[in-house]
């Protein structure tokens, strides 16, 4: 059955750091389809929409506040009157995407478009896409933890305005990123080329390609170890020559990941996932995983932002002999081994 749903991405990224330009590439390219865009300004001045370059009826605009803390209510309200306008033809579209303010922590977000019962049924959280300015990106990171919450959540990052920054900035960037999310990292260029990249980039549906879990779970695969799960948790095991002396806030940022051999017991698996939720979620900023479950073939994708678990979905097909499960979680103010050990209590379910 096809998916009845309309995919939503979330574009995120801190101010000024090339949202609506990247937008704007993305919505002139031949190959998009037909795009309804909301935007989220921050304060009157918000200029977004009138420099957005779609017919203006395609723009939902959510202006004075930030959607994170205070205008969910307002994307509630937005999304179904987009697809009410769509149903009676004054408009088309095939998804939906919503550009959040520079400030906008993305998991609150997040949580409205999956756990609010009303958007559930008629959306589909695609993936969010964190942009990162290559030039200003460390200091942000350094300065403002909403930049560094943004990063974390990313199923992709883009790196924005690589044409003015050093190779250096850039690489020395990078290798900070993926000390903080397992997301693959792109750069601007590549997005305004081909902007399907953008699309889909979560794994949480049911005909991902096992390449593109993989890839969503494990981006770098380590091959000098010869071991593709090497760096499954996206955090160096230990900090490259070229990486400064993480922030504050990055600081906060821990992570630890979790290789289990024998198929789980997929009751006894929801169980671990929901009292970790009920009990550590203000500090979750993301568990995501693949997990193979007793008697059954394929395994079953899932992931969960503080206390929001999005429902799993069991992947059609698998190929390949690698049959264990493999779980990452990344939480702030948590110490790795109080991670560790909440994720080795999975072995003795
Ligand atoms: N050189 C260069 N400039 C860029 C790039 N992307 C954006 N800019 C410039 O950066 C400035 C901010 O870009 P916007 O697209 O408005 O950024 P934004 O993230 O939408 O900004 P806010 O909505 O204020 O958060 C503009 O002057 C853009 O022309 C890029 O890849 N390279």
């Not at 920054?165 to 990078?174: F, G, V, Y």
């Not at 008697?295 to 429902?311: A, K, L, R, S, W």
């Not at 190929?319 to 990452?328: A, E, L, N, T, W």
Request: hydrophobic residues 45%; contains cysteine.
């Amino acid at each position: 059955m096809s998916e009845p749903r309309v995919p939503v991405t979330l574009l995120t990224g801190f101010l000024g750091v090339g949202k609506t330009t990247l937008l704007n590439n993305v919505l002139t390219h031949p190959d998009t389809g037909r795009v309804a865009v909301v935007v989220n300004e921050f304060g009157d001045a918000g200029l977004d929409h009138e420099i957005i370059e779609v017919t203006p009826e395609d723009i939902t605009l959510l202006s004075s506040g930030c959607i994170c803390c205070s205008l969910r209510g307002d994307l509630v309200e937005a999304i179904p009157n987009l697809l009410t306008r769509r149903e009676r033809g004054e408009l088309e579209f095939d998804r939906i995407v919503i550009e959040t303010t520079g400030l906008a922590d993305p998991s609150p977000i997040q949580r409205t478009l999956i756990m609010e019962p009303s958007l559930a049924k008629l959306i589909k959280l695609d993936g969010i896409v964190t942009l990162v300015d290559a030039v200003n990106g460390a200091k942000t990171l350094d300065a403002h933890f909403e930049a560094v919450s943004q990063a974390t959540m990313a199923d992709l990052i883009v790196l924005t305005k690589t044409d003015i920054a050093e190779t250096a900035q850039i690489q020395h960037l990078r290798a900070r990123l993926e000390r903080l999310n397992a997301a693959r990292i792109i750069e601007v260029d590549e997005a305004v080329a081909q902007p399907a990249l953008l699309w889909a980039c979560s794994a949480i549906k049911q005909d991902a390609p096992q390449a593109d879990v993989l890839t969503w779970l494990t981006p770098k695969p380590d091959t000098a170890k010869g071991d593709p799960f090497a760096n499954l948790s996206g955090f160096a095991p230990s900090a490259p020559a070229n990486v400064a002396v993480l922030s504050v806030h990055e600081g906060r940022i821990e992570s630890a990941s979790l290789v289990v051999d024998k198929p789980l017991d997929r009751q006894r698996l929801g169980i671990w996932l929901s009292d970790l939720i009920m009990g550590q979620g203000e500090n979750i900023l993301r568990v995501k995983g693949i997990l193979f479950f007793k008697g059954e073939d394929t395994p079953t994708v899932f992931h969960c932002v503080q206390h929001t678990i999005e429902p799993p979905v069991q992947l059609k097909t698998w190929y390949g002999g690698d049959r264990r499960s493999k779980i990452v979680i990344i939480a702030r103010d948590m110490s790795s081994s109080r991670l560790q050990s909440l994720l080795s209590a999975i072995e003795t379910t």
